[in-house]
C-alpha cells in the first residue's frame, strides 16, 4: 500500500499539501476534546508523518503507520523516483494583442461578454482568438481559433508547435472546491460565464489528453471532477478516458440535450447551464444494467490495434482493446520474438506499450527490439570468429534515432530480482496505464510471474491471476499479450497443449502459437518456401479457430514477414520516416448555429 492509497481508506476526508496529506482529523487522537483539525500531516516523500497536538505527538514512519492500521507499505522500491526525465517544451513566441472589433463580435455572438474573455485572458493574433495556457504562472502553449466558419480545407483550431500539453485555466482553480473539465475553450467560457467556478479545458478535444500525465499531480489535488463532454460519440469517448485515468469515485458527469455547454447556453442562458452542472451525476458502479440501455455494437468501430502480418489481421480483425491474447510455443519457436514485433507495430500506430520479460534483462530486450526496429538494411555486419560467420551490430545512429522514437511510448518493467510478483505486476502495469497512457501490454511469460495462490493451489492461483490480467484489460481498455509454455517440448501444438489450468484457453478472447517448422515440414508443398506459423487455435468474437499463417523469418534482423509483402522484412517504422503526431484539433460535429454562418468576406463595425 502506498500513502495515497492509505489516506483513501483510513484519512479521508483529506486535502493535500505540497508534499504532504493532511486529514481533517489525526487517526491517532482524532482531534482530542475540542476536535482540532489539521494537525495530523503525512508526508509522502520522507514517507514520516506526525500530530501536532501536544497532548497526542504521535510520530514515526510511513511503516509503523500501515502496521498500527493492519496494513502492510509498500517496499522500498520507489518506481515515482525512477521516472524519465521530463520532456522539453518550446516556449511560445506568440505575441499577445488585445482582442479587436472582429473577434469580440464573434464572442459576444456566442454569449461571451468582454468580463469573460478578459478575466480568461483570451487574446488575438492576425486576427485569430488565441487562448494562451498557463502553468504557475509561465505561458506554456499558445492554441488559436478562427473567429468565422472554416473555408473547405481549412483547420478551426491549430496550436504553436512545441508547447506543453495542460489544462486551460488551471491556474484560476481552487483545490478546494470541485473541478469542472470541458471539451474546448469556448464551453469553458461558456460555463465561466454562466458563474460556473473552477472550470477547466482540455488542449485539444477528444485527440490529446497528455495533460493529464503532464497535470498528474495537480489533478490529485481534487475530490470532486465534474466532466462536462460534447454530446457525440468524440465527447463519450473522451469522458470515458478521462473517467477510467481520473477515478470513478470522485468523477461526475453533465448530461444535456445540446451538443455542447456553448450551445447549452445560447439555448436556455445562464441559469439552466449552471443547474446543469449542479446536477451532474455520479458515476455509475457497474452491476446491473437493463438490456435496452446498452449502445448497439459496431464492429467496424470498435478499436484494434493492428498485428505486424496481414494474415493474422485477417483471421482476428486486429486485437481488439478490453481482451486478452493467450501465446505459447515450444522453445525457440519464436513466440517472444514476434511479441516483440507486435508492439513495435503497436507503437508505430500511436500506441504506447509495457512489457515484463521475465527471462531476459533489459539490457538482452532492448538489443532484441531495436535490431528488429532497425531491420535488414539499417544493420551492420562483423564476422564472428567464434561461431565463424557474420553476425548483426547495431549502428550506433540508428539506435539513437530509434530510442528518440519510442522513448515516451516503450516501457519495461523492472524487476530488480528477476521475478515478478502478481501484486507488483499489476501496481506498475496500473501505473503505466494511468501515467503514461499505455494501450499494450506483454507479460512473457506466465511461468516467471509468482502469482497468489488459491488455498495453496497452483492451478487455481494461476487461473485467478488470468483473471485479473482479463480483468485489468477491460478496465482500461487495454490489450493484454500473455505467453504461456506448452505442456510438450516438440511438434505441432493444439489449444489443450498450453500448460496449466485450462481454464486459461477457456477465459481468454484469443489463444495463439508460434511454430517453427522443422526441415521435413518445409518439404510439404503447403509450406514451402516457409520459416514459421501462427496457429490461431481461438478467437472469441469471430468464432474463428484452427488457422494457420504461414511467415519467413529474417534471422539477421528478427524480423517476420509473409512473402506476399513487398517489402518483404525491411518495413519501416516510424523512427526511420520521420512519423511524429499531429498538432491540431478534432473536428466534431456542426450544428447550425449563427456563429457558423460567418463567412471570411463580412465587414465588421469598426
Known sequence: MNPFQFADKHLYPYKISGNEIQPVKCPYCGGGRHNDKYTFALNTEKLIFNCLRGSCGKTGTFYQLCKDFGEEADSGEDYERRLPPKKAYKKPQTELKPIGNRVAEYLKLRGISRETWERRKVSEEKGNIVFPYYENGELVLVKYKLPRKPNPGENKSWREAGGKSVFWGMDDCNPSKPLVICEGEMDALALD?????????????????????????????????????????????????????????????????????????????????????????????????????????????????????????????????????????????????????????????????????????????????????????????????????????????????????????????????????????????????????????????????????????????????????????????????????????????????????????????????????????????????????????????????????GLKFDAFSKRFYQERDIEGPNKKYGWEYGKSEIEGFYEVEQTELPWDEIEGDIKWAT
Open 193 to 549: 460565464e454562466a458563474g460556473v467556478e473552477n472550470v477547466v479545458s482540455v488542449p485539444s478535444g477528444t485527440q490529446d489528453l497528455t495533460c493529464v500525465e503532464n497535470n498528474w499531480d495537480w489533478l490529485q489535488q481534487f475530490n470532486k471532477i465534474i466532466i462536462w463532454a460534447d454530446n457525440d460519440e468524440a465527447g463519450q469517448e473522451m469522458e470515458k478516458k478521462l473517467i477510467g485515468k481520473l477515478g470513478e469515485w470522485r468523477c461526475y458527469t453533465v448530461r444535456s440535450k445540446y451538443k455542447d455547454a456553448n450551445v447549452h447556453l445560447y439555448k436556455e442562458g445562464k441559469e439552466s447551464v449552471k443547474k446543469a452542472v449542479e446536477n451532474a451525476k455520479e458515476v455509475p458502479v457497474a452491476g446491473i444494467i437493463r438490456l435496452a440501455n446498452v449502445r448497439q455494437l459496431d464492429y467496424s468501430k470498435i478499436e484494434k490495434v493492428k498485428s505486424s502480418i496481414e494474415g493474422v489481421n485477417e483471421v482476428l480483425g486486429g486485437y481488439m482493446m478490453g481482451q486478452v491474447s493467450i501465446w505459447t510455443g515450444i522453445n525457440s519457436s519464436g513466440k517472444s520474438t514476434f511479441l516483440g514485433q507486435e508492439l513495435l507495430a503497436a507503437i508505430d500506430q500511436g500506441y504506447k506499450v509495457c512489457a515484463y520479460s521475465g527471462e531476459l534483462p533489459a539490457s538482452f530486450f532492448k538489443y532484441w527490439i531495436d535490431l528488429q526496429a532497425s531491420g535488414p538494411k539499417n544493420l551492420d555486419r562483423v564476422f564472428d570468429t567464434i561461431k565463424n560467420e557474420y553476425v548483426p551490430k547495431l549502428n550506433k545512429e540508428v539506435v539513437k534515432k530509434i530510442s528518440q522514437w519510442y522513448e515516451d511510448k516503450f516501457f519495461l518493467y523492472d524487476s530488480t530480482n528477476g521475478i515478478a510478483t502478481e501484486k507488483d505486476l499489476f501496481k506498475i502495469f496500473e501505473y503505466a496505464a494511468r501515467r503514461y497512457n499505455c494501450k499494450v501490454f506483454l507479460v512473457d511469460n506466465l511461468m516467471t510471474t509468482e502469482f497468489e495462490r488459491v488455498d495453496n493451489d497452483f492451478y487455481r492461483g494461476q487461473s485467478a491471476f488470468v483473471g485479473n490480467v482479463i480483468s485489468f484489460a477491460k478496465r482500461f481498455d487495454a490489450h493484454v499479450h500473455l505467453v504461456a509454455h506448452p505442456r510438450k517440448a516438440f511438434g505441432k501444438l493444439t489449444k489443450m497443449d498450453v500448460s496449466g489450468s485450462g481454464d486459461i484457453t477457456n477465459r481468454a478472447d484469443n489463444v495463439l502459437a508460434v511454430h517453427r517448422l522443422s526441415q521435413k515440414e518445409k518439404e510439404k508443398e503447403e509450406y514451402h518456401g516457409l520459416d514459421n506459423l501462427v496457429q490461431i487455435f481461438k478467437n472469441r468474437i469471430n468464432g474463428t479457430q484452427d488457422e494457420e499463417v
